[in-house]
């Protein structure tokens, strides 16, 4: 098995409770990145992990009717339910997505496949040249392994690449740009309110014309003739969560 892709999902969000549930446009959010992370080319398998809390059982229920593999791990050591879901597998690669990205590109996905160089440890769009939502991280399992049998500030078990990323010494990183220049500051993630209703609005323009394979420029695109849109979630910052866990961080026993 060489790509592995862990999409990361939990019904126990702060922000926006129970959010990879939310419908939009007649499915759930989870729903929406499955399908758009399977339409890629290149990958191997895909598995969505998740915590042993029971708020999570209809998310485990749902992988279970899309006939998609599923991990149950830690719910705060984040970096030991990747470990011990791919442990399983063994692949040569994991690939990390979030749930909380409705509107990911497969296209990007099988480019940063393309891309990869051999001797590159952990690969991320590490200039954030990407809109917020679209984000691929790919990594070694055999660097993955060392992280979690190494990593000890608790930002580093929450936060599943930070121990990587803070030893930038140790491993080969690779910067994936965007192809698209000058979209890195649009907000396309969901982890607000606000967030779900511009999705929505994307979601409901493509879904109503039968267009389920829509990608980033058709994206651009329709928010080009409706600039408005953009200021629903605008005032969000980016990685709130990582800044949060870097403000609280402590050495894990």
């Known amino acids: 098995l060489k790509y592995l892709v862990l999409i990361q999902a939990r019904c126990g969000s702060s922000r926006l ?33 998740t915590s042993i809390e029971k708020n999570n059982l209809p998310l485990i229920k749902l992988c279970a009717e899309l006939n998609t593999r599923v991990f149950v791990g830690s719910e ?32 990007y996905l099988d480019l940063a496949i393309e891309q990869l160089e051999a001797d590159t440890d952990y690969m991320s769009e590490l200039t ?37 990323r803070n030893h930038a010494d140790k491993y080969k990183l690779q910067n994936f740009e965007c192809p698209i220049s000058g979209i890195g500051d649009k907000r396309w993630t969901l982890d607000e309110p606000a967030d779900l209703e511009l999705i929505e609005k994307i979601y409901e323009y493509f879904t109503n014309q039968g267009k389920y394979d829509f990608v980033t420029e058709d994206i651009l695109a329709f928010l080009k003739l409706n600039p408005q849109l953009e200021k629903i979630n605008s005032s969000i910052g980016r990685n709130e969560g990582l800044a949060k866990s870097i403000r609280e961080d402590y050495i894990v026993e």
Not at 31 to 41: G, I
Not at 132 to 151: C, P, R, Y
Request: proline share 4%; with cysteine; hydrophobic share 40%.
């Open 17 to 49: 409770p129970n959010k990879v549930m939310k419908k939009i446009s007649g499915k759930t959010d989870l729903e929406w990145v499955l399908e758009r992370v399977k339409r890629s080319k290149k990958i191997d398998e895909v598995m969505v992990i």
């Open 76 to 107: 705060d050591d984040v970096l030991d339910r990747y470990y011990q879901a791919a442990r399983l597998l063994q692949p040569e690669y994991i690939i990390r997505i979030t749930a909380d990205c409705p509107l990911f590109d497969w296209n």
């Open 128 to 164: 954030e040249s990407f809109p917020d939502g679209l984000d691929i991280e790919i990594m070694k399992f055999s660097v993955l392994k060392e992280a979690w049998q190494n990593a000890r500030m608790a930002s580093e078990r929450e936060h599943v690449t930070l121990y990587i």
